[in-house]
């Protein structure tokens, strides 16, 4: 039985900047097509667009300046979940399968091979 060799998996990290507007989003969708294209396992971790985690936080301060910890993490996490939608969406447009997913959707299992 021969042994098919295992596809590189390479995962991608886009900050703020990266991911600041729409164009910048698409690039990214670009750099990720190349990379899928090219033979690999793709994960594209993203942070929210630039300014939207500070604009986040000062809606909730306004909101509640002393607010619950959990609602703030929802409220503050909107950012990723935003960015991480519309980049599924660019690569898909491009024609790459891809599907956003929030944090506690994702099994990570430590240790084993």
Known sequence: MSRQPRKPRIVMK???????????IK?????VKREVHGGADVAVVVSAMAGATNQLVDWTRAIAPLHDAREYDVVVAAGEQVTSGLTALALQD???SARSWLGWQIPIIVGGN
């Open 27 to 31: 690039a990214v969708a670009q750099r």
């Open 14 to 24: 886009c900050g703020g900047t990266s991911v600041a507007v729409p164009e910048r």
């Open 94 to 96: 491009l024609g790459v």
